[in-house]
């Protein structure tokens, strides 16, 4: 069995030094007065899984409740990186790709398997649009969501990034429309599903290549059932909990894959129908050009009654009806919203995820 401690040397940028080395090159440069900005994030991992202590810390993104700083053991880290490294069938000197922010678990891990699977690691700017080192031919590459979403929409962004080999999309639900955008790519292209909490993922699902929408597959050494309230349960020994008891509810394919469908805690109770957000929001995203969500609000009849708050400007009381008759042909009575909100503007994740809770509290009060 193999040991954290044995892997001891990170190439980076296309320099390959041990990760005390990498330590010794960061002190020179800070007292010779030099920045090491780019790379400042990456040798703070570096310093952490070097030293002596058996945990790192991480960060929550924020997306189930308050963020917050967790400590994960390395060996568990070891653990979580070899199942990525065997599952994309990733091999030494192959080339990785970070443009995640590295105080969350996505930007750790990415650091992590490079050390562990001694794949050459380049890092860039972690903007909507990453730019792709020149002259690199990148094997690996892991995105949030919103970045693939606009490297989707940008020409010459889609034409360089068709060149990377393999490419996971996590920290996020990756909606109908950039699916269908990503099915006819010719790299291979994975929906991730994980938490912090996890240790990053530990189920895959393929997108490219795909005629319809396919389920998580969960990895090596992973063991799912549901709860009663069909929620998804992780078993494994290499995972901080062991169960992990997760608030995501999904759908049994078999004991080995699932279909994710929604959140309990976004759960909506409308006269005695238990009605899941984000299904509804797939089916309403056609019909929109703005940011939204679904919630349910308290209600005197109803218990809770749909509401669909969107970041606009108020529509015109022609447009919103007009929006709802649209709606009608896609949700049932139950489903359909009692009512539209509007704010300015959403409040986000320390990631980038809307805030649902924090969102619906700038909804104005009625007069």
Known sequence: MSDWRDYKSLSLNGTKRSLQGWRAFAQQQLQEGYGIHDIEEILEF??????????IEARTSGSTGR???IKIKKEQILASAERTLESLELKAGDSALLCLPNRFIG?????????????ELHITENTA???LPSGIDISFAAVVPYQMSSISKDA???????????????GGHVDDALEAKLRSWPNEIYESFGMTETISHVALRKISG???????????TIDVELDDRGCL????????????????IVQMVDKRSFHWMGRADNLINSGGVKIIPEVLEKLTKPHLNVRFFITGM?????????VLVLESQPLTQLDEEELLTDLKNDLSKYELPKEVAYVDEFVETENGKINRKKSVKLIPKPV
Do not use: C, Y
Request: charged share 35%.
């Open 67 to 69: 963020p917050k700083n």
């Open 129 to 131: 649009t990453p730019q």
């Open 298 to 306: 308290k209600d005197e009849d109803l218990g809770e009654r749909v």
């Open 46 to 55: 570096v310093v952490d899984w070097s030293n002596r202590k058996e945990w």
């Open 210 to 220: 795909t005629k319809e929408r396919e389920p998580f597959v969960v990895l090596d």
């Open 233 to 248: 349960i992780i078993h494994s020994e290499a995972l901080p909990t062991n169960p992990t008891i997760t608030n995501d």
């Open 107 to 119: 930007g750790k891990m990415m650091i992590a398997r490079s050390i562990i699977g001694e794949l």
């Open 156 to 170: 010459d962004a889609t034409k360089n990034w068709k060149k990377v080999k393999k490419i996971i999309v996590g």
